[in-house]
């Protein structure tokens, strides 16, 4: 049963003037008027288009929930300009431009549901005299990418799915992927692992470090770091001054993945930019954020507990994406990262096993190719447009080979010399 006090609430945080503000030298920016919910003011749901037009646009949606659409991404839309692709993103409803209805107040709780974000992006389309387009999710937007398919198929010409999230039932794999790499066997990672646990480490903070530690630059990264953390540890068990598992009071590489990763206590909130405390309902009631322990450590249903009761509980899913894919009847792209912990390759193989018309392709990345390496989602996407996506196995290699541009692209060269000066200069 849905937590009805969470239903009525209007999120933690106020609407902001910055994200209209920021968004008024954004070129292409419209709205078109959409119903919250059935008892609720109507809101203007915002979206951008850019680059040549186009008879069947592409659609990107982001990741999430939670992520904006309109300013993060004024980058990646120049340079698919550039390629002449034209592009629709739309502003999620609860998020930046998207947030508040006519009234000026933020969104309530019971007005982010997927059915509603899916018919959102139908209304956007249709307002934009759009009959086919190509669409395109990464991590929570392919949820919605897919969705959208199932509920609009006539609307979709092809599909690119990166880091294709498509059921609460991932989360098996997902644990045992994790515990694969970081809790079994007879590796150095698995010992400084363990020996972490052992010392009192939050298996919650723990594994998000792990992870985006994995993610951003694999073994190279990890491992050093981990070698470095224990090193701390130790020391600091000797001396005596805090505990072992401890890290504030130091400016460290770790400190920073913390602080990077920890949304359950620090929720971030950037307005425009992420915004969580309102599409959050839709991650917990529809997706099932919420914790679900196995009992064993490193358990990733644990990663937003801490705000859990901020939020309706898991009501079911939307859809039966697994059952809708055979159903897919257009061209599908499938890419997905190699160190991709969050949403495993047996997802995107699963997916390629279903739908009739799929290309698997996978990336020496981690999660989500938009946020991480752009312009191989770009190439991808270019290809797919062109009818040309078989190639793109092939040509992996040199997806692999193009500059890295993202959001977070530079993160892995800063955290690996971080590392390295902070091994030099330990005692």
Same mark, same amino acid.
């Given at each position: ?117 899916i018919d959102d992006l139908a209304a ?33 010409? !092809?599909?690119? %799915? +990166?880091?294709? $999230?498509?059921?609460? *039932?991932?989360? =098996? ?6 515990? /694969? ?113 196995? !009992?064993?450590? %490193? +358990?990733?249903? $644990?990663?937003?507990? *801490?705000?859990? =009761? ?6 079911? /899913?939307?859809?039966d994406l697994p059952a809708a894919a055979?159903g897919f009847d257009w061209p599908i ?95």
């Open positions: 049963m849905a937590n009805t006090k969470s239903e009525a609430g209007r999120g933690t945080h106020a609407p902001s003037a910055l994200p209209r503000l920021l968004a008024a030298s954004v070129r292409g920016v419209r709205r078109v008027r959409r119903p919250a919910t059935p008892t609720a003011p109507a809101f203007d749901l915002a979206y951008v288009r850019s680059g040549p037009r186009s008879a069947v646009p592409i659609v990107v949606i982001p990741g999430g929930p939670g992520l904006g659409s309109v300013l993060p991404y004024r980058r990646f839309r120049r340079r698919a300009a550039a390629l002449g692709l034209d592009i629709i993103m739309m502003e999620h409803r609860g998020v930046g431009l998207s947030r508040t209805d006519l009234e000026g107040r933020s969104l309530p709780l019971s007005a982010m549901r997927m059915v509603d974000v956007v389309l249709e307002r934009e005299g759009v009959h086919r387009a190509y669409i395109s999710g990464s991590s929570y937007g392919s949820y919605v990418a897919a969705a959208f398919g199932a509920r609009h198929p006539g609307l979709v010409a !092809g599909m690119l %799915l +990166d880091s294709a $999230l498509q059921s609460v *039932a991932d989360r =098996d794999a997902e644990r045992a992927m994790i515990r /694969e790499l970081f809790l079994d066997g007879d590796t150095r990672i698995t010992a400084s692992v363990r020996e972490l646990l052992d010392d009192g480490s939050d298996p919650r903070i723990l594994l998000g470090v792990l992870r985006a530690a994995y993610e951003l630059g694999g073994e190279g990264l990890l491992e050093p770091l981990l070698r470095q953390r224990v090193h701390d540890a130790r020391r600091t068990d000797r001396s005596g001054h805090r505990p072992r598992h401890d890290s504030r009071g130091h400016a460290s590489v770790w400190a920073a993945l913390e602080a990077y990763v920890d949304k359950a206590e620090s929720e971030a909130h950037v307005p425009g930019f992420y915004e969580f405390d309102l599409v959050g309902a839709i991650a917990f009631r529809e997706l099932g954020f919420g914790p679900d322990p196995d !009992g064993s450590a %490193l +358990d990733p249903s $644990l990663t937003y507990a *801490a705000v859990a =009761d901020r939020f309706p509980r898991f009501a079911g /899913e939307p859809f055979a792209v499938l890419l997905t990262g190699s160190r991709d912990l969050r949403t495993p390759a047996a997802v995107a193989r699963r997916v390629a096993a279903a739908a009739p018309d799929t290309v698997l392709v996978e990336i020496d990345n981690g999660h989500s190719a938009l946020e991480s390496h752009p312009l191989a989602l770009l190439h991808a996407l270019q290809r797919l447009s062109r009818g040309e996506q078989r190639r793109l196995p092939a040509e992996s290699a040199m997806m692999n080979a193009l500059p890295r541009r993202g959001l977070v692209a530079g993160l892995p060269r800063l955290l690996t010399t971080g590392t390295r000066w902070e091994a030099a200069l330990r005692p």
